[in-house]
Structures are given as structure tokens and as C-alpha cells.
């Protein structure tokens, strides 16, 4: 084992691995977060309109055990292995054969795939730990985003915090650097949401966007900001555009744009500072 961990191919293996069986724990967490959020709410404004709270069932990350959606019948271990058991099961439940969302070994291939990457690209040691840390959270935020526009505090602000903990060595940057990143990622998306507000009379994005590249700048440093705004932005615009005009997507449909963020943050983690370097070459 410790020759595996060594070794640089060994390590990613391993990683892999270990992301796969993480994604599947990932789609839990993509399911279960914004419906024990919602629990929570309800159960608040419950008590400030003075109503009394009816026990309910528990309802966490590891209570009820996973059910089929279709059938109700209980998920077995040996159909819960990550992708494994997407393939042998033909993507059907081993019940009511009713369809498995491709979405869950979409989760698991994409995480084991990252962290696999990630650990062959930093090689063994604490920065490929953080990173693979860093790339789980993009991963359950992203799909978070999509399926409920929310961006939860739960993840967003233990993210900012662990990024700047991380960088108390400075693994992906100097401290200074991180806490400058963490406020001016705060502070910029404020700004802007702030002037389309008052310029528009509308909100143009939430404030988790916010709170997420106030991570981002906590991981990676103030300096891979401009890069991740940029990134994001060209990416979501040209998601916008394409919805707009093959899906007829409304333009007052909003749009999350925490995927975007998410995304051009893992490229800032490994590329950023390749693509900085060549954009200010050019300029």
C-alpha cells in the first residue's frame, strides 16, 4: 500500500477509486441537501407564525436508507456499488426494472475522473488531498445549482474556511493572497449584483454566487479571480445564447450561474496560472 501511495500512477488509482465511492455519496448529498433545507424552512416559518411542529420521520445524509424513486423498494449494498452496478444493472432498478437516472454515474465517473487527475497532476501529497477535497464540493455544488438554483451555506462557507486553512502553508497560495481572494470574490459579485439591481430594478444572480467565488479566491488566491470571472462568464453567456436560441429558453428564465463559477474555478486549480501567463504574454 504505501508503494501504491508513492507511486504516481499507483496514487491516482487510488484516488479514483476513492472518488467514485465519494461521487456516489455525492448524489446523495445533491438530493438530500436542498429537500433537508426546505424541511428546515418550513419547520422555522411553522414556529414564527406560532404553529405547532408535527414530529416527522428522520430525514439526514444517512437516514432513510436509498430507496428506488419509482417503487420505494430499499437499495441494496451490492446494487449500490458506484457504476459497477449501474452497468450490470442495465440502468434499471433490480425490482420494478423502471430507468436509474443517468445522473448518478455521471456523478461518480466525473468525480472518480477528477480526483483521479487531480492526484496525478499535484502527485502524493497534501496539495493533491485539498484539490480532491476542492473538486468534490465543485462537483455537489454544481448539480445542487442546477436542479434547485440554491447554493447552499452548508457547503459554500466550510469551503472558504477549509481554502483558507489550506493556504496557511500556502498550498495554492500565500495566505495573504487567499484572504484577499476570499474577500474581493465576495465583494465583486456584490458590486455587480448591487449596479444591475439599481440599474434594472431586478437581481441578476443570489448570493451564494457570492459566498462560491469568495471560496474560490480562498483556494486559489486573489490573483486566479479575474481569470475565473472571465472563464465563467464566456461560458455562461454562451450556454445562455445556445438555450436561448435552440431550447427557446426564456430570456426572464433565470439562469444559475453557479455551474459556471464551479467550473471555471477547477480550471483556474490546474491551468490557471498557464492561461494567465498567456493571456498577459499576449497583452
Same mark, same amino acid.
Given at each position: ?6 507511486? /504516481? ?24 441537501? /436542498? ?17 405547532? &411542529?408535527?414530529?416527522?420521520?428522520? $430525514?439526514?445524509?444517512?437516514? %432513510?436508507?436509498?430507496?428506488? /424513486? #419509482?417503487?420505494?423498494?430499499? &437499495?441494496?449494498? &451490492?446494487?449500490?456499488? /458506484?457504476?459497477?452496478? =449501474? ?14 437516472? %443517468?445522473? =448518478? ?15 496525478? #497532476? ?5 496539495? !493533491?488531498?485539498?484539490?480532491?477535497? $476542492? ?5 455537489? *455544488? ?35 493572497? !487567499?484572504?484577499?481572494?476570499? @474577500? ?30 469568495? @471560496? ?17 462568464? @464566456? ?11 435552440? =431550447? ?7 439562469? %444559475? $450561474? ?9 480550471? @483556474? ?10 493571456? *498577459?504574454?499576449?497583452?
Amino acid at each position: 500500500m504505501a508503494d501504491l501511495l508513492v507511486s /504516481p500512477v499507483g496514487f491516482s488509482v487510488l484516488a479514483g477509486i476513492l472518488s467514485l465511492f465519494v461521487g456516489s455519496f455525492l448524489n446523495v448529498v445533491i438530493h438530500r441537501l /436542498p429537500v433537508m433545507m426546505e424541511r428546515e424552512w418550513q419547520s422555522q416559518a411553522a414556529e414564527l407564525r406560532g404553529e405547532p &411542529i408535527s414530529p416527522s420521520p428522520p $430525514f439526514n445524509l444517512a437516514t %432513510p436508507r436509498s430507496r428506488c /424513486p #419509482h417503487c420505494g423498494a430499499t &437499495i441494496r449494498a &451490492i446494487d449500490n456499488i /458506484p457504476l459497477f452496478s =449501474y452497468l450490470v444493472l442495465q440502468g434499471k432498478c433490480r425490482h420494478c426494472r423502471a430507468g436509474i437516472s %443517468p445522473r =448518478y454515474p455521471l456523478v461518480e465517473v466525473l468525480s472518480g475522473l477528477l480526483g483521479a487527475y487531480a492526484a496525478w #497532476h499535484f502527485g502524493p501529497g497534501i496539495p !493533491a488531498a485539498a484539490a480532491i477535497l $476542492f473538486l468534490w464540493s465543485m462537483i455537489a *455544488l454544481t448539480f445542487i445549482d442546477l436542479d434547485t438554483q440554491l447554493l447552499p451555506d452548508s457547503l459554500t462557507l466550510p469551503l472558504l474556511w477549509t481554502g483558507l486553512l489550506v493556504n496557511i502553508g500556502g498550498t495554492f497560495a500565500p495566505l495573504q493572497d !487567499a484572504v484577499l481572494g476570499a @474577500a474581493a470574490g465576495y465583494l465583486v459579485l456584490w458590486t455587480v449584483y448591487w449596479l444591475f439591481k439599481l440599474s434594472t430594478g431586478k437581481e441578476g444572480m443570489g448570493y451564494g454566487d457570492f459566498k462560491l467565488l469568495a @471560496a474560490i479566491g480562498a483556494w486559489l488566491g486573489w490573483k486566479m479571480l479575474p481569470l475565473t470571472i472571465l472563464l465563467s462568464s @464566456a461560458v455562461g453567456a454562451c450556454v445562455g445564447i445556445a438555450l436561448i436560441l435552440l =431550447y427557446r429558453h426564456g430570456r426572464n428564465v433565470p439562469i %444559475p $450561474f453557479g455551474p459556471y463559477l464551479a467550473t471555471a474555478g477547477v480550471l @483556474a486549480l490546474f491551468v490557471g496560472e498557464t492561461l494567465t501567463a498567456r493571456y *498577459l504574454s499576449l497583452l
